[in-house]
């Protein structure tokens, strides 16, 4: 986390605000008689044993559970005239995540702190004033949680909630020109916590990351601790759960012809040969071929004296949860007409969505601007779409992450697959997920376009294409 120089002559005191409590999951705390290990019980039926300090670590702990002391009145119960005693008991709590901080009366805390890292300590150090004019690090973020409101910063791997009666500790918060005077107390909670923006030029290493990268990584991993990330289904007992077959999105059903066997080829070859390639060459794609790279690449089948699994697929998923569902935007293509196409894993057969031609045609040129290649649209679009219900059914925390690393893995079989058969393959960085919505009429939060893959006939070279490993 962020560390302001010190300045204790002109440094802001909030000893009497600034407050700790052990996390709201510990039932119990107590000083183990036989070794003096601090002994932390939670609600789950975990123990959490650290190594004891002294002889006041008992009425510590005592001071910490439920509402919690201020440091002023820890340090007052330790007798700590050294300064040392209480901040070392506390970083101990803190390292292994037993530790949260409040910001106002213990009886009624105007906010609460908890970190989700190994690494994460706060303590009310000194500050010089300049410190406390920084405005909130452009990581951080604001939401609501029920009458809550919480301020998540990654960078520092920690959460801040203000509680209904602390929401006027937000005035000011926000606005860059804030001078010290400006609800001074609480923005030097916000300077210790490394939620202000510090003082130094950005580095060059910490310019490069975006706002939403950083989020998205840091909910997504854990730091040296432990976080709500875990294979269980949160919303058991609440809601249904989601049918693992999705069901067929029409009646025009086109079956597709038997697929063929790959070329001869090894491996290695394929996977040396493997190449983006961009833009379509004059030989069309052809339904054959295209039945052979989805089978190859999606085919649900039935798994021999496995009667736990219900179909294999070449593409590996999260738990075997199989949330990615595969749509064609068919431009051109010997065989099939032209049109939005769901793909149908355990049938090996296309379903024809409602016919809009300004809306694939859009898509298709959107995948063909994305390549680099506007005007030039590839002759098919695979669109993977995450079914995300199911998937969060499986996993709590990573459930869209699990999407894109299985997005990931889908992308690599088709590169190869359509290497081998002489195709022209390239995965796109980015699409519209709003397209898909407009073309399947589903909900996003239902089902949602979350990567698409260009795929056209032969490989030859045409004048000008490009092509990139």
Not at 285 to 309: E, H, M
Not at 330 to 356: N, V
Not at 391 to 398: D, F, H, Q, S, V
Request: with cysteine; hydrophobic share 40%; proline share 9%.
């Amino acid at each position: 986390m962020t560390h302001f120089p010190c300045a204790p002559s002109e440094s802001v005191s909030i000893a009497d605000e600034f407050g700790y409590r052990l996390p709201v999951s510990v039932v119990s705390a107590c000083v183990d008689a036989t070794n003096e290990n601090l002994t932390l019980s939670f609600r789950d039926g975990t123990v959490l044993s650290l190594a004891g300090h002294g002889r006041h670590d008992a009425d510590l702990l005592k001071a910490l559970l439920g509402n919690g002391a201020t440091h002023a009145q820890l340090t007052a119960l330790a007798g700590d005239e050294t300064g040392q005693y209480v901040p070392g008991f506390l970083r101990s709590l803190a390292l292994r995540q037993a530790l949260e901080w409040f910001f106002g009366p213990p009886a009624q805390p105007l906010c609460h702190l908890e970190s989700y890292s190994g690494t994460y300590c706060v303590l009310p150090v000194a500050l010089p004033p300049a410190s406390l004019r920084a405005p909130l690090s452009r990581f951080v973020s604001l939401r609501r949680d029920g009458d809550a409101v919480i301020l998540d910063n990654p960078e520092v791997h920690a959460r801040l909630t203000v509680a209904p009666a602390g929401m006027k500790l937000l005035d000011g918060v926000f606005d860059s020109a804030a001078g010290p005077n400006d609800n001074t107390s609480f923005r030097a909670f916000l300077a210790r916590a490394g939620f202000l923006e510090p003082p130094q030029p950005e580095p060059a290493a910490r310019a490069a990351w975006e706002f939403h990268d950083l989020q998205f990584h840091d909910a997504t991993r854990q730091t040296f601790g432990v976080r709500p990330i875990a294979k269980r289904d949160r919303l058991a007992g609440d809601y249904p759960k989601p049918s693992p077959e999705k069901p067929a999105m029409s009646q025009d059903s086109i079956a597709l012809p038997v697929p063929a066997a790959l070329p001869p080829h090894t491996f290695a070859r394929v996977l040396a040969a493997r190449r983006s390639i961009r833009r379509p060459a004059s030989r069309p794609l052809r339904i054959d071929d295209l039945s052979t790279l989805l089978w190859q690449c999606f085919r649900a089948v039935d798994v021999p004296d496995r009667p736990d699994v219900r179909l294999w697929r070449p593409v590996p998923a999260g738990g075997a949860i199989q949330a990615l569902e595969y749509y064609l935007a068919i431009r051109r293509c010997e065989g099939l007409e032209s049109g939005f196409y769901h793909y149908r894993e355990q049938e090996h057969a296309l379903y024809r969505l409602p016919p809009r031609p300004a809306l694939e045609q859009r898509l298709n040129h959107t995948t063909a601007a994305a390549m680099g290649e506007i005007g030039t649209p590839p002759d098919c679009v695979i669109v993977m779409a995450c079914r995300h219900p199911l998937l969060a059914r499986g996993y709590e925390g990573i459930a869209y992450r699990l999407a894109l690393l299985q997005v990931g893995a889908a992308m690599q079989t088709i590169y190869l697959a359509a290497t081998a058969l002489g195709l022209a393959p390239c995965a796109n960085g980015t699409g519209d997920s709003g397209l898909f919505e407009a073309l399947t009429g589903l909900s996003p939060f239902e089902e949602t376009a979350i990567a698409e893959f260009a795929v056209s006939g032969g490989t030859e070279a045409d004048l000008g294409n490009k092509e990139s490993r």
